[in-house]
């Protein structure tokens, strides 16, 4: 269980210093999904407050259209239910893409984890030399869209938010599910996550050949 853990553990870290490598590697292939352009094109650490505040209700008014996207192109029935989680992520795994990374990109991130731990970089690089497709990414953040809405629809207490607190996490200034409650601290705190991020984090698992089905619903009850 702790070597598991362990491995979970590198694999958010992999995810979350990896998110930052955008668009500008992927290899040229014909994208049949549908494009989300997002209307800011800089790092979210760089957003002004009135951006984020801006960004934040772009990205809540284009949900219900990315999600009608992601179910006509799927096929599956996304009703918003707990097991549609299932079902969305069964046919990802069966339609996810992964491509050799190409050279320029492995070049840059070996620049940017200089100083990094030799245990995180060298995890960071053996996850990088392979990468999904641009269009599977697409369809990751849209899944991450879905489970937001599966998570604010069935439980009252949870919204979506977002701060701009750069020095409360890595976060700011992002789309986020709030209103979480941690009750592994006495007093319980309150917590929020990226969908996007922790979505992304689950479909890594392909890479080693440890997904499951029902990845998503155990993310769902553990939270």
Not at 85 to 108: C, G, R, Y
Not at 178 to 204: L, N
Request: glycine share 4%; charged share 30%.
């Amino acid at each position: 269980m702790k070597n598991k853990q362990h491995k979970y553990c590198l694999k958010g870290v992999v995810a979350r210093i990896t998110s930052c490598f955008g668009g500008t590697y992927w290899r040229k292939k014909k994208v049949n999904y549908p494009i989300l352009i997002p209307p800011l094109s800089k790092p979210f650490e760089e957003f002004t407050p009135r951006e984020a505040e801006e960004f934040f209700k772009w990205y809540k008014s284009r949900l219900g259209t990315r999600i009608e996207y992601l179910r006509n192109y799927s096929g599956v029935d996304l009703n918003y239910s707990v097991d549609s989680l299932i079902d969305i992520w069964t046919w990802f795994l069966e339609i996810a893409e992964i491509e050799k990374t190409p050279v320029i990109k492995m070049k840059e991130l070996r620049r940017e984890l200089r100083g990094q731990p030799k245990e995180i970089a060298e995890a960071v690089l053996n996850e990088q030399s392979r990468q999904f497709s641009l269009e599977t990414e697409y369809i990751i953040r849209d899944i991450a869209m879905y489970f937001g809405e599966v998570c604010v629809r069935n439980n009252p207490s949870i919204s979506w938010g977002y701060h701009t607190d750069k020095k409360m996490d890595s976060f700011a200034n992002m789309p986020l599910l709030v209103g979480f409650e941690d009750r592994d601290f006495t007093p319980p705190f309150k917590a929020h996550f990226d969908p996007s991020f922790m979505i992304r984090g689950m479909a890594y698992a392909l890479f080693d050949g440890d997904q499951k089905p029902d990845d998503l619903v155990e993310l769902y009850d553990k939270w």
